[in-house]
């Protein structure tokens, strides 16, 4: 077995790996032809409460602290099944909890924790500014008793299977701004009453099955209660959320690279060429045992940004190390996997080529690496500010 750093939450594990048991490979093989979203999966995660993890009991969620959360999202990348389906579910709800109004707060977070509203599309990035994302276009105007919302958004992941989503849109055009940050506002958007006012959804084909749309906003009408907190002060509170999204993310990266090491072992035991398991040549360990070792370091930098943030403490830097080490190390270790399984690494029936294309992704959603590394260079090293 492939070890993991600790055993906290492990009856939360041992129950979340035994949902996942009843989603094999073949459940997800079909899903991935067919581009299809994995209704039934997502369902017994939400049945389960695991999506409300982080939603406080008084809210009717489950109220884990973070680590929780990230315990569950490991385990289902380990067990070969997909979180990416669902996870937002699990932290864009944080904007509203932490900047969000009682009133809002009450109407909207017990339904999330029930399962009977989703939110769970996050539209940030725009085609015309991508990583640039105080230089969005999508504009909200106010009239009256509502925002008038023009623009479009590209990426937005599960649009098409979520209620609600969590919008950043500029209300300050930012010509007009002393600070480039301010200007923006975030505001909770009805799917169902926006797609009836001007919004369409054009879904994108992708490498996986990710469920990924553009979005585009036609005069859509908002009203102004969905306004979260303070018009201008958005960019901020999407911020003071990407801490938890890249340490739960960073999870996700080291239950992939856990299954995938589990199975590069595996199958260097059991297939024989030469007369010997492929595995008792160096060649052919030492890729899987370089992977397991930068999983391990990685895991514990995960382990330390948890930590800091479920102790209140500013995690920004080793958030953002965790998420880049880890996808690195899943990157590495689906690597090892596919040339551990020589051909058949690109076989569909031995799920590795699929796992391949999903963890390629979080070498640049949410975060790129190399704005990672900017951050780390200005912010934690002191160097120039590059952009
Ligand atoms: C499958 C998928 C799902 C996604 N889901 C969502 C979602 O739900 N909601 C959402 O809002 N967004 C989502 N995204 C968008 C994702 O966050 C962006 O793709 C990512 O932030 C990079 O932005 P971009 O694609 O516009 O790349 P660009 O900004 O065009 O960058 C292209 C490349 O150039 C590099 N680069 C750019 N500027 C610099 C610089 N100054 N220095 C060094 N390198 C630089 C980047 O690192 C990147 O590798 C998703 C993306 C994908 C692929």
Redesign the pocket.
Known sequence: MVQSLNNQHQEVRDEVAKLCQKFPGAYWRELDREMKYPKEFVDALTEAGYLSALIPEEYGGVGLPLSGAAAILEEIQMQGCNG?ACH?QMYIMGALLRHGSDAQKAQYLPKIASGEMRLQ???????S????TTSIKTFARREGDHYVVNGQ???????EYSDLMLL?ARTTPKDQVTKRTDGLSVFIVDMIQAKADGMSIKP?R?M?N?S?TEVFFDNVKVPAENLIGEEGKGFRYILSGMNAERILIATECVGDAKWFIEKATNYAREREVFGRPIGQNQGVQFPIAKAYANMRAAELMVQRACDLFEAGENCGEEANMAKMLAADAAWEAANACVQTHGGFGFAEEYDVERKFRETR?Y?????????I??YLSEHVLGLPR??
């Open positions: 990416g937002a599309a996050f539209g940030v990035t725009e085609p500014s991508g990583t640039d958004k590209v990426w937005t992941s599960r649009a950043l994108i992708t996986m990710h990924s992704l070498q640049v959603a949410p975060i790129s690496t190399n704005l590394l900017s590059s952009y």
